[in-house]
């Protein structure tokens, strides 16, 4: 640190955060003095170290090991051991990202200390507000005085919510990460061999799914029986769940399971799919990105963007026995995508969110 631009503390902890990080360090750089304060929320290889590696970020200054726990007892270790960091750092500004515990964990760290906070990726609603990230985003978005909105949708949203934060469009940051990773993406049969035949690529591991055991078996069911063979990413979550369940995680004729993949080998097995099946928010977007159609096992999407284009439908986990097979049955005969893919931003997302921070400090 020279000590000759204001100081910024980065905040992350998470799979999808650490991703973000890596293009958000590289032009925030150019103008703050960065303080990387890894939470880690996510301490499995492939959810933080693979990725630190794959995505050439530099390790974090400060790496808290808050670690697995309840939803209180993960977001009050972040809040205690990022408050103690933060007091003695004092940066200008806190900057955290998305709707994980981390994020709010953070927020509310900083703001305790009077640190103003940017929020990357503000103004996003699913809907139902008890959902653990639909909270830490409305409750994030509350406590934050820069705002950057991944789409014009979100940024609307926020100038009625926030009349008094310094709200901006400045896209969304998965999408720089996405464009400057393409050239190294591998071929899918390199990643697993399954995917040298047409293949649907699948991945599970929110709550909703994982801790309601009926419905979780009825959705390895219901992949198992689809038109094209499944290759299915497996959450440390979600394998947890199924092994505490006494449910099978073993693979089949028509279901591969291999363990999470790398940020890299899972672009390459979305981007090889017919179709991906999943619940992660990232995926969504990226299929969108990659022109891949989806099918979001979740009741609702704070991505509604992708349902509104045709590049995503929702199938409730609840009704996921009779309703997935007809609707991938029609998807896969579906002529290729053809969607605008400009919703969230052109891939200069850092450097919006860089400038945001600078203007409000000015
Ligand atoms: C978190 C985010 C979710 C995000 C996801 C990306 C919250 C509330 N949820 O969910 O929004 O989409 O990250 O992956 O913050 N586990 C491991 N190894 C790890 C991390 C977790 O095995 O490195 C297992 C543990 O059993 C743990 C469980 O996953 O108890 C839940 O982990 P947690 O970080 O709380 O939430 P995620 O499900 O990963």
């Given at each position: 640190m020279t000590g000759s631009k204001p100081l910024?503390?980065?905040?992350?902890?998470?799979?999808?955060?650490?991703?973000?990080?890596?293009?958000?360090?590289?032009?925030?750089?150019?103008?703050?003095?960065?303080?990387?304060?890894?939470?880690?929320?996510?301490?499995?290889?492939?959810?933080?170290?693979?990725?630190?590696?794959?995505?050439?970020?530099?390790?974090?200054?400060?790496?808290?090991?808050?670690?697995?726990?309840?939803?209180?007892?993960?977001?009050?270790?972040?809040?205690?051991?990022v408050a103690n960091l933060l007091a003695q750092v004092r940066p200008v500004v806190a900057a955290v990202i998305g709707d994980t515990n981390s994020t709010l964990g953070c927020a509310l760290a900083a703001s305790k200390l009077r640190i103003p906070v940017a929020h990357i990726e503000a103004g996003l609603r699913a809907g139902d507000r008890l959902m653990a990230e639909e909270l830490n985003r409305r409750a994030t978005d509350a406590l934050a005085s820069i705002l950057c909105a991944p789409s014009a949708a979100a940024a609307r949203r926020l100038e009625r919510e926030h009349p008094d934060g310094l709200v901006r469009e400045t896209g969304d940051i998965a999408r720089d990460v996405l464009l400057s990773q393409l050239p190294c993406i591998p071929t899918p049969e390199s990643v697993v061999p399954a995917a040298a035949s047409p293949y649907l690529f699948a991945t599970v591991h929110r709550a909703?799914?994982?801790?309601?055991?009926?419905?979780?078996?009825?959705?390895?069911?219901?992949?198992?029986?689809?038109?094209?063979?499944?290759?299915?990413?497996?959450?440390?979550?979600?394998?947890?769940?199924?092994?505490?369940?006494?449910?099978?995680?073993?693979?089949?004729?028509?279901?591969?399971?291999?363990?999470?993949?790398?940020?890299?080998?899972?672009?390459?097995?979305?981007?090889?799919?017919?179709?991906?099946?999943?619940?992660?928010?990232?995926?969504?977007?990226?299929?969108?990105?990659?022109?891949?159609?989806?099918?979001?096992?979740?009741?609702?999407?704070?991505?509604?963007?992708?349902?509104?284009?045709?590049?995503?439908?929702?199938?409730?986990?609840?009704?996921?026995?009779?309703?997935?097979?007809?609707?991938?049955?029609?998807?896969?005969?579906?002529?290729p995508a053809t969607w605008d893919r400009d919703a969230y931003g052109d891939g200069h997302a850092a450097e919006r969110v860089a400038a945001a921070i600078r203007d409000w400090i000015r």
């Open positions: 910024l503390a980065l905040c992350y902890g998470t799979r999808p955060q650490i991703i973000k990080a890596s293009v958000l360090r590289r032009a925030l750089a150019r103008d703050f003095d960065l303080v990387a304060v890894d939470t880690g929320q996510h301490y499995d290889f492939v959810l933080n170290e693979l990725l630190y590696r794959q995505l050439g970020v530099a390790a974090p200054d400060h790496y808290l090991e808050v670690g697995s726990g309840s939803h209180a007892t993960q977001t009050s270790a972040i809040l205690e051991r909703e799914l994982t801790d309601r055991p009926v419905i979780l078996r009825d959705v390895l069911t219901a992949l198992g029986s689809l038109p094209l063979p499944v290759v299915l990413a497996m959450h440390p979550r979600t394998r947890a769940a199924l092994e505490r369940n006494g449910l099978p995680v073993a693979s089949t004729a028509r279901l591969t399971i291999i363990p999470a993949a790398g940020y890299r080998e899972a672009l390459a097995l979305l981007r090889g799919a017919a179709a991906v099946l999943t619940d992660s928010g990232g995926i969504q977007r990226e299929a969108y990105w990659l022109g891949v159609p989806c099918v979001t096992l979740r009741a609702e999407t704070e991505w509604a963007e992708t349902l509104a284009l045709g590049a995503n439908r929702l199938v409730n986990p609840d009704h996921v026995a009779e309703q997935l097979g007809p609707v991938v049955e029609r998807l896969v005969q579906e002529p």
